[in-house]
């Protein structure tokens, strides 16, 4: 067995999916935000935001919101956006990190607006997985300043059909998640085996 040390991480990002989280603007377009803090417990997607983010603003006023899942295939489009915030003027933190503004996120990462059904922002026509979802509560807990949890309630799923079996399964040998692994991007493997539990 290899040896351990200990460590100060500058990041803790051990390997989670991409979201590209769509949110209301207040003038009512779509801001796109590129995260990867996110989980799902059950029908309830909770998400990691910044506070100084467009994405969580909007969220507080204007609870829809679209959890685009990109496939690793999509990474450069991701990575597009990645230094850029629909918030204007630009916080100083982002500032001094190289972010710049931009209103029009699909444009800049190439992506097409689709119209979502129950909710006001736009889904990602490219994204394989559009969950259509509503903020129950967001969280802002006092021992991480600058930090949000955002529980959100998915209320509609679209998935590529190709990836559909029986109806109510995501095939998982069709699905290839786009994962940020330390602040580089990967996508699966081979599969290894499942669960006892899989239906597929
Ligand atoms: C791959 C990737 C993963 C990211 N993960 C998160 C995250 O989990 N939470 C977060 O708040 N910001 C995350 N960021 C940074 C946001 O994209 C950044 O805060 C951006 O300003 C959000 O856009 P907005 O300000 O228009 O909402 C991530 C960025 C990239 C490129």
Not at 18 to 33: A, H, K, Q, W
Not at 58 to 73: H, K, M, T
Request: a negative charge; aromatic letters at 8%.
């Amino acid at each position: 067995m290899s040896s351990h040390v200990t460590i100060q991480p500058k990041i803790l990002y051990y390997g989670a999916p991409v979201v590209l989280l769509t949110t209301e603007n207040p003038d009512g377009t779509t801001n796109i935000s590129p995260i990867s803090s996110s989980w799902a417990l059950g029908e309830y997607i909770i998400l990691g935001l910044g506070t100084g983010s467009q994405g969580l603003e909007n969220l507080r006023e204007r609870p829809g919101c679209v959890i685009n899942l990109p496939d690793a295939g999509m990474w450069r489009q991701v990575e597009a956006l990645a230094s850029l915030t629909g918030k204007d003027p630009v916080p100083p933190n982002k500032q001094a990190i190289g972010f710049r503004y931009e209103k029009d996120k699909f444009a800049a990462g190439a992506l097409t607006r689709l119209a979502s059904e129950t909710v006001r922002p736009e889904r990602i026509a490219e994204c394989p997985l559009q969950l259509e979802a509503e903020v129950r509560q967001i969280r802002t807990p006092e021992y991480a300043e600058g930090f949000a949890i955002v529980e959100t309630h998915v209320r509609r799923v679209h998935a590529e059909e190709h990836m559909v079996v029986r109806e109510r399964y995501v095939n998982p040998q069709a699905w290839n998640p786009l994962i940020y692994n330390f602040r580089h991007y990967f996508g699966l493997s081979e599969e290894l085996g499942k669960t006892y539990r899989s239906e597929t």
